[in-house]
């Protein structure tokens, strides 16, 4: 799929062919083309505009105090050291409380979105999860799964909903996302099952960030 945003953009996916018209719409641009000499009409994206991904994203679960914020971010190192992770691996973000691993990998998954890379992602906060059928049934609908604050004192019935997702998400080939304040080792120690933990391995790159609490240094 060919995604431009602008007009330079598109001149520079096409810098090698005979342009012969450009028709501009909402959300995609018309490219009539030369090649070989036969006319063609090639369809190149836009990326979709923020408020509809943050609208979307309200639907699949995502916190609405993040999805506010998404277009108006600050480079911040976690958010950098998320946006280096390219491919397709997941995303495993370990780190203390309020250093912005929510945020950050929320942002990967809605430039995702907006690119046109993922079109059905899901938030999961497991602290919050009551109804596991429900969840159950979105994240199978899903191309994207977020588990939000994995920890080591999850019940059982949540942790064994997290094997769950996991083994979905790996027969699936789906992107897996999780924040956790644990460290691999203790992540580990919770998962408690090593099938899990290798799969989880071959999914997932691991990332640990250190921070302050950026919740406390806005008060």
């Known amino acids: 799929m060919k995604i431009a945003r602008n007009k330079e953009e598109l001149s520079a996916l096409y810098k090698d062919v005979a342009v012969l018209n450009v028709k501009e719409e909402e959300c995609f641009w018309w490219v009539e083309i030369l090649k070989n000499g036969v006319?063609?009409?090639?369809?190149?994206y836009k990326p979709i505009p923020?408020?509809?991904?943050?609208?979307?994203?309200?639907?699949?679960g995502f916190p609405p105090r993040i999805l506010k914020d998404l277009k108006h971010l600050r480079e911040t190192e976690i958010i950098q050291t998320v946006?280096?992770?390219?491919?397709?691996?997941?995303?495993?973000?370990?780190?203390?409380?309020?250093?912005g691993k929510t945020f950050a990998l929320s942002l990967k998954i809605a430039n995702k979105l907006?690119?046109?890379r993922v079109k059905n992602p899901v938030y999961i906060s497991l602290p919050d999860l009551q109804d596991f059928k429900s969840t159950k049934e979105l994240v199978a609908e899903s191309d994207?799964?977020?588990?939000?604050?994995?920890?080591?004192?999850?019940?059982?019935?949540?942790?064994?909903?997290?094997?769950t997702?996991?083994?979905?998400?790996?027969?699936?080939?789906?992107?897996?996302?999780?924040?956790t304040n644990l460290s691999w080792k203790d992540l580990i120690n919770v998962l408690q099952e090593q099938?899990?933990?290798?799969?989880?391995?071959?999914?997932?790159?691991?990332?640990?960030?250190e921070g302050k609490d950026l919740r406390l240094s806005r008060r």
Do not use: Q
């Open 39 to 44: 006319v063609y009409m090639d369809k190149v």
């Open 50 to 60: 923020w408020n509809y991904v943050a609208m979307f994203m309200a639907e699949r």
């Open 83 to 99: 946006k280096s992770i390219n491919g397709h691996k997941g995303i495993i973000l370990s780190g203390p409380a309020g250093v």
């Open 114 to 116: 907006r690119n046109y």
């Open 144 to 163: 994207v799964v977020f588990l939000d604050d994995v920890k080591g004192s999850l019940r059982e019935s949540l942790l064994d909903f997290v094997h």
């Open 165 to 179: 997702v996991i083994y979905h998400c790996y027969n699936h080939e789906k992107l897996l996302y999780i924040a």
């Open 195 to 209: 099938p899990i933990v290798s799969r989880l391995s071959e999914m997932c790159v691991y990332k640990r960030i």
